[in-house]
């Protein structure tokens, strides 16, 4: 069961990996998955019910692949966002997985960082 869950996230990454950079830069990542939406995200990056302390609204936009790469490296904000919403978000990001809207773009990100 192990080695099919490894095979699916070469299937997943894979075809990212085989795209442009421009393209990579373009890719889309939905803050929280469209599964979650109306949840707000914390400062780490989970996601909670909307009116939590401390949590903030998703940012109404999916986020480009090209701004949160220069987010994540300088460990800045995202171009419109305060830092401490940016952090939650980029938290949010950290925290993507296989099978989740985003991920893709986030590892694809990742790749193109080396």
Do not use: W
């Amino acid at each position: 069961m192990l080695g099919a869950a490894a095979a699916s996230t070469v299937v997943t990454v894979r075809p990212a990996l085989a795209q442009t950079t421009g393209s990579i830069m373009s890719c889309e990542i939905p803050i929280p998955d469209p599964g979650m939406s109306g949840n707000f995200i914390a400062p780490d990056g989970s996601v909670v019910p909307p009116g939590t302390p401390g949590a903030f609204p998703p940012p109404g936009r999916n986020l480009v692949g090209e701004e949160v790469r220069d987010a994540l490296q300088s460990g800045g904000s995202i171009r419109g966002y305060g830092y401490e919403q940016s952090q939650a978000y980029t938290n949010y990001i950290r925290r993507l997985q296989t099978g989740m809207s985003g991920f893709t773009c986030y590892a694809s990100i990742q790749m193109s960082r080396g």
